[in-house]
Antibody, heavy 119, light 111 residues
């Protein structure tokens, strides 16, 4: 069974850095893209970016390009989403999901990581 | 890139059919047959319901169906059931610069 397990909830202060993770199992990690999606409190889904762990090819939404860094470590089947300086507006649930091919659908999804940024 | 436009809410009685529209442009939903639909229950992760406009993943009931006409994709739920009450989002590939765009989301209420 293909499964993505994300790291636990985080509480951070503005200006702090953070790296959350998404570990894949049940499939060949380097053969599928992994996408990241943001859901702010009470709001809809927003696509942030996507990475192909096979060669680390990464694409960002123009809305997030200078805000976050997406990476992957294929040796431990894990993708990451990283911030260098969090803002209160980064408070959201962040989901990862596998994507079978560029342009394809998101399935399955991780359980989500709640990030709270507050002073 | 603007989000795809969906109605904020739709409702129906058990057994009825409801259709959710997803309006985009020729640069996203109208330009590619890569529209997918996701169901999200409160506090849960989204779940894939339809991909490539009309295809249904294994395990998704056949009362869920997808279609597209021009720049607008649609999700129809036939024979509405109580467990279908959730938020639904469309998503489209939008080319090699924007890549993906999600819809604004629709809350389905079963009366």
């Amino acid at each position: 069974e293909v499964q993505l397990v994300q790291s636990g909830a985080e509480v951070k202060k503005p200006g702090e850095s953070l790296k959350i993770s998404c570990k894949g199992s049940g499939y060949i990690f380097t053969n599928y893209w992994i996408g990241w999606v943001r859901q702010m409190p009470g709001k809809g889904l927003e696509w942030m970016g996507i990475i192909y762990p096979g060669d680390s090819d990464t694409k960002y939404s123009p809305s997030f390009e200078d805000q976050v860094t997406i990476s992957a470590d294929s040796s431990i089947s894990t993708a990451y989403l990283q911030w260098y300086s969090l803002q209160a507006s980064d408070t959201a649930i962040y989901y990862c999901a596998t994507v079978p091919a560029r342009g394809g659908w998101f399935d399955p999804w991780g359980q989500g990581t709640l990030v709270t940024v507050s002073s | 890139q603007s989000a795809l436009t969906q109605p904020r809410s739709v409702s129906g009685s058990p057994g009825q059919s409801v259709t959710i529209s997803c309006s985009g442009t020729s640069s996203d939903a109208g330009g590619y047959n890569y529209v997918s639909w996701y169901q999200q229950h409160p506090g849960k992760a989204p779940k894939l319901m339809i991909y490539d406009v009309t295809k249904r993943p294994s395990g998704v009931p056949d009362r869920f169906s997808g279609s597209k006409s021009g720049n607008t994709a649609s999700l129809t739920i036939s024979g509405l059931q109580a467990e279908d009450e959730a938020d639904y989002y469309c998503c489209s590939y939008a080319g090699s610069y924007t890549f993906y765009v999600f819809g604004t989301g629709t809350k389905v209420t079963v009366l």
